[in-house]
């Protein structure tokens, strides 16, 4: 494939994950659809670090528009421009790769630690006492080793443990795992941009060819 043709693929592709990613870290700030947790400070640190908006989101958005716009040129116009602008997109798509990346990275950490919620706390057993914290990560609970074993495998802990918000257990297992998909996917198209660059780089384009 042209090196012209394969921008104009990856370009817009990475416009439209860049910006699915933005809206899922989005929605993350906001469990059961309510301002109210947001306002509190209620949100798992992980969404509230909001990988989505500058890893998988602003960053991939940058260099997907160079991308997108030098595609473009070269369909349009038949002018892809001179090597330094594959070059600026190669740095570009390195950026892209770092961002999305550290977005797989820290949407991995939020799935695995599980969100921060109110629950009952048998700490000391002291049964009946509610708190906020991160019940599936927090090693001071009794019953942390069997909710930690079986959490993202067993169902009935998603609404047995997790008070408020309502919902919240599979709220987040959704997003950060489609997060987690969208980076991946992100870094593999910022990688096939980056050799396609270096292609560019050396051999030229081959639009018309």
């Known amino acids: 494939m042209c090196v012209g043709k394969c921008t104009r693929i990856l370009g817009p592709c990475l416009l439209v994950l860049g910006t699915l990613s933005i809206a899922v870290n989005f929605f993350l700030l906001f469990p059961n659809w309510s301002w109210k947790y947001l306002q ?7 969404a509230m670090q909001a990988p989505g908006i500058w ?55 939020g799935l695995t630690n599980g969100p921060l919620c109110l629950f009952n706390d048998s700490t000391h057993n002291q049964v009946g006492i509610q708190h906020w914290n991160y019940p599936f990560s927090d090693t001071s609970s009794q019953d942390f080793i069997s909710r930690a074993d079986n959490y993202l495998f067993n169902q009935s802990l998603w609404t047995s443990v997790c008070i408020e918000p309502p919902g919240i257990v599979p709220w987040n297992i959704s997003l950060f795992s489609l997060l987690m998909i969208i980076s991946t996917v992100e870094m593999v198209l910022a990688s096939l941009q980056i050799i396609n660059g270096f292609f560019g780089c050396l051999c030229g384009f081959c639009e018309g060819k």
Do not use: P, Y
């Open 40 to 46: 509190e400070g209620h949100i798992t640190k992980q």
């Open 55 to 109: 890893g998988g989101g602003m960053i991939v958005l940058l260099a997907a528009t160079h991308i997108t716009a030098v595609g473009w040129r070269c369909g349009c116009f038949s002018d892809c421009g001179t090597w330094r602008n594959l070059f600026l997109s190669i740095i570009l798509s390195g950026l892209a790769l770092l961002g999305s990346a550290a977005c797989f990275i820290m949407a991995g950490l």
